[in-house]
C-alpha cells in the first residue's frame, strides 16, 4: 500500500491550490479517503473525506465552502483542491487511507505528506 | 469537541524498559473509538492500535491498549530503539475527529 501526495507549496493568502495522492496496493474504490493536516502549533488535523464511491464528502468545519476533496477511482487518485486559503491552513498536508467504504475516521496508511505554505 | 489531552508531554526512558502513556479526554469517546498512531521524526504517523486495544495489521504485541470512556492508556512492555518517537492518540467516534497533542518518547 502506497501513497503519494504531490502539489504543494507556497501560495499567497486568498490564493488556490489542488492537491493529488496517487495510491497504489489496495483497491482504491473500495476504501474511503481522508485528507489530514499537520502543524507545529495546532498539531494533527483531520480536514477532509469522501466515501469510496466517492458519492458523499465530509470536511471540518474549518475548511468547509473553501476546500473540496474529490476523487477519480479510474485513475487512483484522490485530489484537494483549496481556495481562499489563510495563512491557519500552513501545514503539511498528508493523504490517508480509511479502514472501510465509508468512513470510520482512522488511518491505517498514510502518505509522506506535502507542504503546503500561505504566505505573501 | 472532544479535546484530548495526552500525559506526559515527554517520557524518557531505556530500552527494555515498560511505557505507560495516558490519553484523558474532555468527555465520553462513543463506542471506545480510540486510535493510537507513532510519528518518527521526518515519517508519516502509523496506525498502531484502533478500538482501544486492537492492534493494526504487523503492530508487535509489545504495543498495548487499554481504557474506556474518558481515560485510556498505551502501554508499551519493553522498548525498542525504534519505539522512541512521538505518539498521539485520536478519538473518532465524534466530530471533529481530533487528536490529542502528542507524547514524547525518548531515550534515556
Known amino acids: 500500500v502506497q501513497l503519494l501526495e504531490s502539489g504543494g507549496g507556497l501560495v499567497q493568502p486568498g490564493g488556490s491550490l489542488r492537491l493529488s495522492c496517487a495510491a497504489s496496493g489496495f483497491t482504491f474504490s473500495s476504501y474511503a479517503m481522508d485528507w489530514v493536516r499537520q502543524t507545529p502549533g495546532k498539531g494533527l488535523e483531520w480536514v477532509s473525506a469522501i466515501r469510496g464511491s466517492g458519492e458523499i464528502t465530509y470536511y471540518a468545519d474549518s475548511v468547509k465552502g473553501r476546500f473540496t476533496i474529490s476523487r477519480d477511482n479510474s485513475k487512483n487518485t484522490l485530489y484537494l483542491q483549496m481556495s481562499s486559503l489563510r495563512a491557519e491552513d500552513t501545514a503539511i498536508y498528508y493523504c490517508a487511507k480509511d479502514t472501510s467504504g465509508f468512513p470510520m475516521y482512522h488511518f491505517d496508511c498514510w502518505g509522506r505528506g506535502t507542504l503546503v505554505t500561505v504566505s505573501s | 469537541e472532544i479535546v484530548l489531552t495526552q500525559s506526559p508531554g515527554t517520557l524518557s526512558l531505556s530500552p527494555g524498559e515498560r511505557a505507560t502513556l495516558s490519553c484523558r479526554a474532555s468527555q465520553s469517546v462513543s463506542s471506545n473509538y480510540l486510535a493510537w498512531y507513532q510519528q518518527r521524526p521526518g515519517q508519516a504517523p502509523r496506525l498502531l492500535i484502533y478500538?482501544?486495544?486492537i492492534r493494526a495489521t504487523a503492530i508487535p504485541d509489545r504495543f498495548s491498549g487499554s481504557g474506556s470512556g474518558t481515560d485510556f492508556t498505551l502501554t508499551i512492555s519493553r522498548l525498542e530503539p525504534e519505539d522512541f518517537a512521538v505518539y498521539y492518540c485520536?478519538?473518532?467516534?465524534?466530530?471533529?475527529?481530533?487528536f490529542g497533542q502528542g507524547t514524547k518518547l525518548e531515550i534515556k
Open positions: 485520536q478519538q473518532y467516534g465524534a466530530s471533529p475527529y481530533t
Open positions: 478500538g482501544v486495544s
